[in-house]
């Protein structure tokens, strides 16, 4: 089945704790993403990644990074988690990004709350 | 920076009538894309429109996009409460923008 998975789906955490949210599809797409939801401001990009081992920063990559090392993974690193990173997270990916168009994917989300 | 702007932000129906939510752009766009979010869920693909004035339908759902590819909008006639959730539009330009969404509540 053609899926984007998501770990851990819920977290509570503490300041400063690092932390890792793990992404993976099985549709051998090359972009994928990563957003965070809030109430009343709607999905913003963090990071993208258009192919192995090219990242960029979307709109809040602010106390975020990323990796892209296979095709496949596209994990989530919060070296030290702050409050106002309690937040949904969601993991998406596209057969090719770009300007070609094409359903995006998105994992189930990750609630995470930073204490 | 670019964007595209969504309005309604809230929008609360009586089960049966009908419902509107619009994207406008400050570029020509090459493409415009529709998602459903249910409460608790995750952004569900709809549909994408490519050409100019191009209209489709799914059942209930007819989506436009403009002549000059500026704007897009998705109405739905007769809502249901399986309709409720938050409709985003998108589009990509080397990566996705989307619109803040419109959310959407159906009284039975």
């Known amino acids: 089945e053609a899926q984007v998975t998501q770990n851990p789906r819920y977290l509570i955490t503490v300041t400063g704790k690092k932390l890792t949210v793990t992404c993976s599809q099985n549709?051998?797409?090359?972009?994928m993403s990563w957003y965070r939801q809030d109430p009343g401001l709607g999905l913003r990009q963090i990071y993208y990644?258009?192919?192995?081992?090219?990242?960029d920063k979307g709109d809040v990559p602010e106390g975020y990074k990323v990796s892209r090392k296979e095709k496949r993974n596209f994990p989530l690193i919060l070296e030290s988690p702050s409050p106002n990173q309690t937040s949904l997270y969601f993991c998406a990916s596209n057969p090719s990004g770009g300007s070609l168009g094409g359903e995006l994917f998105f994992g189930e989300g990750s609630r995470l709350t930073v204490l | 920076g670019q964007q595209v702007m969504q309005i309604p932000q809230y929008q609360h129906v009586q089960e049966g009538e009908d419902f509107t939510t619009y994207c406008n752009s400050s570029?020509?766009?090459?493409?415009i894309q529709w998602y459903k979010q249910r409460p608790g869920g995750h952004p569900v693909f709809l549909i994408q429109l490519v050409k100019s004035g191009e209209v489709k339908k799914q059942k209930r759902l007819t989506f436009q996009f403009g002549e000059a590819k500026k704007n897009s909008s998705l109405h739905i006639t007769a809502t249901q409460t399986t309709d409720v959730g938050t409709y985003f539009c998108t589009y990509n330009f080397n990566k996705f923008y989307f619109g803040s969404g419109t959310k959407l509540n159906v009284k039975p």
């Open positions: 549709m051998n797409h090359e972009y």
């Open positions: 990644s258009m192919n192995v081992e090219v990242t």
């Open positions: 570029i020509t766009l090459s493409n």
